[in-house]
């Protein structure tokens, strides 16, 4: 065989057959050929979901500190992708993998990453990116439309118009709500006076222009942290990012907005605060429930609030008129984010940030002189972002060979997995599910059958009693029992990542039953279509079969509560 990490001499003209030239010859097929085969053997190849390797290990295999120096064949470099890489990522496509909002992707995708790369378009500008600026803000239009339903003549009037922008593509969810937030910021300090507006006076002086001590982001306890990151990049202060409960359906509880939305009003003089912007999540992370998006968008309006709903999670859902309903208000939004690498079924990573209002962009939009000139068509000047990949393709061409009645089964076939995974964890008896799920995330924790029933009769006893001594030490059981379940449960899934046949992720949450305590949570996103009844069954089993193993070392401590000899854990 021969020796493999071969060197070449650079030489200018090996370096230039390393590119496409019409007229010679290449190795571009050849190779081509040879990674096909090796991105197929990747999904063929049997075994644990995470490689066995040690994450030291690995940082044994890619310690080395010097950048390369001799070019090497191309040939080398593919098997030390084979064998230190591909072998060692994630199967985040094995059906037994229901942990996170990455799934299999349909392999047309790697396809389409081809093209994308091929033809190396950057979206910034006309002169980089022809016919895909147009593919871009087509794709665009088609969620806008899904949304805000405007009239045929106003898409036929705005899809290609490019003095403005129905929205921008960007490179994930994060760019998306910073996009949201960066305008909802124009819009809450805009130009006024001798006031310049904030993006070129920045947020002191805004604040002071118009009177307030300080400008928040309101969104529920599940919001995601990108929020947070936006509030921090744009100068508001993560800590101005205002957190509002969940209700017991893990949903932005509506009363206790609105009384934090009375109590800003009732503010006076220099300490008063302006709400930058009030956030629905559609779809949250934790456990993909879907915020009351009609409640929150007549909030907004009445207080005057730009008005985001963070649908990078579920807002894909759109496509299929089943789930118009869940989702009703989101129209009432100013703008809305949703990721194409979530519901869409589209590899890493794609976003898109839609805004109501064709206009809203163009507060935030920037020229120069050398591209995305002022009077340019070049989508470029209304995006954060610089360059950017001609990502979109993914998703365009995806709806077509998809198509929505495609994504209907999809999404049906994520439903019932929802619906069967909660039915077969509660007929087992050792497990507690936590919510209805409404866009395919369920959260569960395992709880052995003794302990859940101990647990409600405890909340039947504090209900009914009107001692309140023994309310308080109830209530002091529930919890010293909750903190030793969520140890078991962090064990349980410790022990799952070791077992490697099946993959569920872990949150801690503010419980919605258990007010005010944490508990620890499986959380299983269920949108692969190749998972099924069967598999389901067995990645209970396992779980149930070593959380039973694991309840062991927990049973004692958890019987001196149950018994009234407790330490305090
Ligand atoms: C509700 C929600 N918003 C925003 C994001 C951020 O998206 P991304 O990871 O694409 O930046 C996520 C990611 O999981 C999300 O679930």
Same mark, same amino acid.
């Given at each position: 065989m021969r020796k493999r990490g071969k060197k070449i001499e650079a030489n200018l003209e090996y370096l230039r057959k390393l590119f496409i030239m019409p007229d010679s010859p290449d190795k571009f097929i050849e190779f081509g050929h040879e990674l096909l085969e090796m991105i197929h053997d990747f999904f063929k190849e049997k075994g644990g979901? @995470?490689?066995?390797?040690?994450l030291p290990e690995l940082s044994r295999i890619f310690n080395q500190t010097a950048v390369p120096s001799d070019p090497q064949l191309i040939k080398d470099v593919l098997y030390e992708i084979k064998t230190k890489v591909t072998a060692h990522? &994630?199967? &985040?496509?094995?059906?037994?993998? &229901?942990? @996170?909002m990455i799934s299999a992707i349909p392999y047309f995708m790697i396809l389409l990453e081809m093209i994308i790369a091929a033809l190396n378009q950057n979206q910034v500008k006309i002169e980089t990116a022809k016919a895909s600026s147009f593919v871009e803000r087509e794709l665009v239009a088609w969620f806008h439309r899904l949304i805000f339903n405007k009239s045929e003549s106003y898409y036929q009037k705005h899809i290609q118009n490019p003095k403005i922008a129905l929205g921008n593509v960007t490179s994930d969810g994060t760019i998306s709500n910073l996009t949201a937030f960066t305008v909802a910021r124009e819009k809450a300090f805009p130009p006024d006076g001798d006031f310049a507006g904030v993006r070129e006076e920045g947020v002191q002086r805004a604040l002071k222009h118009y009177g307030y001590s300080r400008g928040v982001i309101l969104v529920s306890a599940r919001g995601h942290y990108s929020i947070k990151k936006a509030a921090n990049l744009l100068g508001l202060g993560e800590e101005n990012v205002v957190c509002i409960p969940a209700d017991l359906n893990h949903r932005i509880d509506i009363d206790r907005l609105y009384q934090k939305v009375k109590s800003f009003r009732r503010e006076k003089g220099r300490r008063r605060t302006k709400i930058v912007s009030i956030v629905g999540i =559609?779809?949250?992370?934790? /456990?993909?429930n879907i915020d009351d998006l009609t409640r929150l968008g007549e909030i907004a309006r009445e207080v005057g609030a730009y008005f985001h709903v963070d649908a990078c999670w579920g807002g894909s859902a759109l496509l299929v008129d089943e789930y118009s309903s869940s989702l009703k208000?989101?129209?009432? =939004? #100013?703008s809305v984010s949703i990721d194409a690498h979530k519901l869409l079924y589209c590899p890493m990573a794609m976003g898109l940030i839609l805004f109501r209002?064709?206009? #809203?962009?163009n507060t935030i939009k920037q020229t120069s002189q050398y591209v995305i000139r002022r009077d340019s068509v070049d989508t470029g000047r209304f995006t954060i972002e610089g360059s950017r990949p001609f990502a979109c393709l993914k998703p365009w061409a995806a709806l077509k060979i998809i198509g929505r009645q495609g994504y209907g089964l999809l999404f049906k076939s994520a439903r019932e997995n929802s619906k069967s995974l909660k039915e077969i964890l509660e007929r087992s008896g050792n497990f507690e599910t936590l919510n209805t799920p409404e866009l395919f995330i369920l959260i569960y924790r395992f709880i052995p059958r003794a302990v859940r029933e101990q647990i409600q009769e405890w909340r039947k006893q504090k209900k009914a009693t009107r001692d309140k001594t023994r309310a308080k030490e109830i209530e002091r059981n529930i919890r010293k029992v909750n903190h030793i379940i969520n140890g078991l449960n962090i064990k349980l899934h410790k022990a799952l990542r070791r077992d490697d046949t099946t993959f569920v992720s872990r949150t801690k949450l503010e419980s919605t039953l258990y007010r005010p305590q944490n508990i620890v949570v499986l959380r299983a996103v269920l949108?692969?279509?190749? /998972?099924n009844n069967a598999i389901l069954n067995e990645i209970v089993e396992t779980q149930n079969r070593i959380g039973m193993k694991i309840w062991k070392e927990f049973e004692s401590a958890y019987l001196k509560v149950a018994t009234g000899n407790s330490v305090n854990p």
């Open positions: 979901i @995470h490689s066995s390797i040690t990522s &994630v199967k &985040v496509g094995n059906p037994y993998y &229901v942990g @996170h =559609a779809g949250t992370t934790e /456990t993909g208000g989101i129209e009432k =939004a #100013d209002n064709e206009r #809203d962009l949108i692969n279509p190749l /998972t």
